[in-house]
């Protein structure tokens, strides 16, 4: 039973930094922290097509390797009759396309205000990691002084150090993993508000240009330099937006925005306006 629990005790140890692995990032997001490698992407499968004579309760089982049929398409004299279509009033035509070209990716890597956050959560995010690995390094002492005093302890006395070292492991991940949500939430809230300005740059220099059609560069297979608005966009990001606001060390967004709603002095409410005093009678 000891070394169930020792082995228990030394398995959770192992795997606590698989619970500060940073959450997948949205959509559309990959170009946050410049310079960083893009993960893969998973392969999605496609969700096999249920077989037809599967019921509800049953197994549906399938044979590893073996495919699911398709299911059959109806033929069309099986279909009921297609509703007729009524005619469409006639639109204006949409104006000629004026195409820029945009690369997101290289936009975000010459924006100071990035790069600041680059930095500022790179630099938060390596302490953690660094706090982390320190804690386990405690783990791996308490571990080995347990063991070593093992003979000379009592069965209360190693039951109690192995439910001490337990209850430090429990509490630490649980430390852990809320600083590293709160480093996340931090990094999405500098994310926020350069894609917010962003989008009106990008609007703001494509008009300037005459241009009605912006297209991301990695969807583009050929063009000239002239439909190029990346280096206008990113001239004009760093001139609106040098830097942006990044909740201080350990606190979260939510917790900054709460307390400087706080700090911001409440308007005094404005009088009731008072009441129109009766005409005086006329003398008689």
């Not at 804690?135 to 003979?151: I, S, T």
């Not at 600083?179 to 703001?204: D, P």
């Not at 969807?219 to 830097?243: G, M, S």
Request: proline share 11%; charged share 20%.
């Amino acid at each position: 039973m000891r070394t169930l629990r020792s082995l228990a005790i030394a398995a959770l140890a192992a795997t606590f930094l698989m619970h500060l692995t940073p959450p997948a990032a949205a959509q559309n997001q990959d170009y946050f922290i410049p310079n960083q490698p893009k993960a893969s992407p998973v392969p999605r499968t496609a969700r096999p097509a249920t077989r037809p004579n599967a019921v509800p309760g049953g197994t549906g089982a399938v044979a590893p390797g073996e495919a699911e049929a398709p299911l059959p398409m109806p033929a069309e004299s099986d279909l009921p009759p297609a509703p007729e279509l009524p005619p469409v009033a006639k639109g204006e035509s949409p104006p000629a396309a004026v195409i820029g070209v945009l690369g997101v990716p290289e936009v975000m890597r010459a924006s100071t205000a990035a790069q600041a956050v680059e930095k500022i959560i790179s630099e938060r995010r390596s302490k953690l990691n660094d706090d982390a690995q320190k804690e386990q390094q405690a783990w791996r002492d308490m571990q080995q002084a347990l063991a070593n005093d093992r003979g000379k302890l009592t069965a209360d006395q190693i039951r109690s150090r192995e439910r001490a070292l337990q209850e430090r492991i429990t509490n630490a991940q649980r430390t852990f993993r809320e600083r590293n949500r709160i480093i996340q939430e931090a990094a999405q809230y500098a994310l926020a508000q350069i894609e917010r300005t962003l989008v009106s740059v990008i609007r703001q220099v494509a008009e300037s240009r005459g241009m009605n059609l912006v297209l991301h560069r990695s969807q583009v297979a050929l063009n000239v330099n002239q439909f190029d608005i990346t280096p206008q966009v990113a001239e004009q990001l760093n001139k609106v937006l040098p830097a942006v606001v990044v909740p201080p060390e350990g606190v979260s967004p939510s917790a900054m925005v709460a307390e400087l709603k706080k700090m911001k002095p409440t308007p005094a409410p404005a009088k009731p306006a008072e009441a129109a005093k009766p005409a005086a009678a006329p003398a008689q």
